[in-house]
């Protein structure tokens, strides 16, 4: 069983099998108010040094240090984007504006609305204005080379739920639906897992699996005895 | 040319309402001169004043500082390998200074004659940011001017030798250096 913090802070214990491969845990959370609408995606730190090495080569880079992290701006050389990059011990949270960086007293703003605090689990980015702000659309997600796992809340993920009911199992409900892919890749993978996604709904979670499949040709690919370790074994809570 | 008592309020009225615009304009001007000051103040840098006891002494440029826990082993290969670097003279007109929070996390690596060693758990408040090790450079302002994480697969060689740069450290001694580096 594996603990994380969810980027709100929530606390998520999840039980995943074996065959969905050992990932790697990434997050997103949005927090808006009156001025101010952001994304933030939160990865294992080191990522926001491929910034100025592969998304933006040439970026200028601006640092602010802050006790027990860093705040990163970076800026495209064209000045086409720019992104604000929280790098703690543990994790980075990250925020693209889409264009050139913001002007300093709206980024000033943005850097003490946010409050991060990283933690070997998880970073969480809380508003330091609660009354004046709301944090929603919160996901945890496991990336490994053979699953995408995605976690919200039984609040969030209600309304992504099929209307039919599902597979009852211990108090969990099971559904699979169809993956969106186009037509070559629809015909390579018919009948087998990789054209669903399982949704695994618990009284305080829903779990969205999707299953990758395998970068080389002979690879041996996922059979039915992985649905099933998905359906049995995929166990989640939210809590906060 | 008497003027009537209605006239005489009324002129007494503007005069008020002038009055009156011209306070909350000042009030205004106040206020953004003030919302400025404090978008300043937390754009900037955080300043943070390390303590008298971890600033450089005795001409040094930038006092070393290793937060350091008993039991993580990056700890004890960060400070053995700074314990190297300063003993190969590579971190001249540096002070380097271990910090431990207690005598029993100070008790677990092996003690160093070159490196002065603290385990307070006052200066260890100051100086630890959630985690270790972490290597920070405290210049004659007690200002933390880098602060880095170590990790496991840091290039520990590297993050020695970039120290000095980090520190503002340019005398000759650094190019004199590099031979013995590279032999």
Sequence with gaps: ?240 | MAISVSTALALLALAVAVFALLAVGGVYGRLKQAERALADMTFGEIASSMPEELRPRDGAAATVVLTLDGECPTCHQLAAAVDAAVSDGVMTGLRVVRMFATEESRGRHTPSDLVETYADPDLWTAVYEGYTPTVSIVDRNGRVVHRRFVYPDTDLGALVRDLRARAGVTDHSASLLVPQETS
């Excluded at chain 1, 913090?5 to 065959?19: K, M, S």
Aim: aromatic residues 8%; contains cysteine.
């Design chain 1, 1 to 240: 069983m594996v603990v994380r913090t969810a980027p709100d802070g929530a606390r998520v214990a999840a039980e995943l099998p074996d065959q969905l491969g050992a990932p790697k845990w990434y997050g997103i959370t949005r927090i808006a108010g009156a001025r101010i609408q952001r994304d933030f995606h939160v990865a294992p730190v080191g990522q926001y040094r491929l910034i100025p090495q592969k998304l933006m080569p040439g970026a200028s880079d601006r640092v602010f240090q802050r006790r027990g992290h860093d705040i990163i701006l970076y800026e495209a050389a064209d000045r086409s984007d720019s992104c604000l990059v929280w790098v703690g011990p543990h994790h980075e949270a990250t925020t693209w504006f889409g264009g050139p960086a913001p002007r300093p007293d709206l980024l000033s703003t943005l850097m003490g609305l946010v409050r991060f605090e990283d933690s070997p689990q998880g970073a969480r980015l809380a508003s330091t204005s609660p009354s004046m702000t709301q944090q929603y659309g919160t996901a945890v997600s496991a990336w490994s080379d053979r699953s995408v796992v995605t976690i919200r809340s039984a609040a969030e993920g209600a309304s992504s739920l099929p209307d039919w009911q599902g597979l009852a199992r211990d108090g969990r409900e099971v559904w699979r639906r169809a993956v969106e892919m186009d037509d070559a890749p629809r015909s390579r993978y018919a009948g087998t897992p990789y054209e669903w996604r399982y949704v695994v709904a618990s009284a305080t979670a829903v779990t969205e699996v999707v299953l990758r499949p395998p970068d080389q040709a002979g690879a041996s690919m996922a059979g039915e005895e992985t649905v099933a370790a998905v359906v049995d074994g995929v166990r989640v809570s939210w809590t906060g």
